[in-house]
């Protein structure tokens, strides 16, 4: 399994942008889809965005579709979140995952047991 560090969490206003990051390390980063979910207190873990191995494939939760972009740099073994126009209802801890097959996209790539590998969590706090 490859390792997953998140970074770039804090605390905003409403409207304003964040940029997370997810460090890989212990595989090659390339071979791997890469998605971002979150969870907020009391509340299942949902899909965010997800992105394929190679960068042309992407996925977004109907929630952010506009205002949040995923992105990748295989060079820097990175994987990102862009979040602007960001809500009270953003808040949660950001968790990006790992998983090492075919993309095939669409609505597979949301399922949290498709993916193998996740770090530790970042947290978001979006206030009015």
């Known amino acids: 399994q490859v390792q997953l560090v998140e970074s770039g969490g804090g605390v905003v206003q409403a409207g304003a942008s964040l940029r997370l990051s997810c460090a890989a390390s212990g595989r090659t980063f390339s071979n791997y889809n890469m998605g971002w979910f979150r969870q907020a207190p009391g509340k299942e873990r949902e899909f965010v965005a997800a992105i394929s191995w190679r960068g042309g494939g992407t996925y977004y939760a109907d929630s952010v579709k506009g205002r949040f972009a995923i992105a990748r740099s295989n060079a820097k073994n990175t994987s990102y979140l862009q979040m602007n126009i960001l809500k009270p209802e953003d808040t949660a801890v950001y968790y990006c995952?790992?998983?090492?097959?075919?993309?095939?996209?669409?609505?597979?790539?949301?399922?949290?047991?498709?993916?193998?590998?996740w770090g530790q969590g970042t947290q978001v706090t979006v206030s009015l």
């Open positions: 995952a790992a998983n090492r097959r075919n993309w095939i996209g669409g609505r597979i790539e949301s399922s949290v047991r498709e993916y193998d590998s």
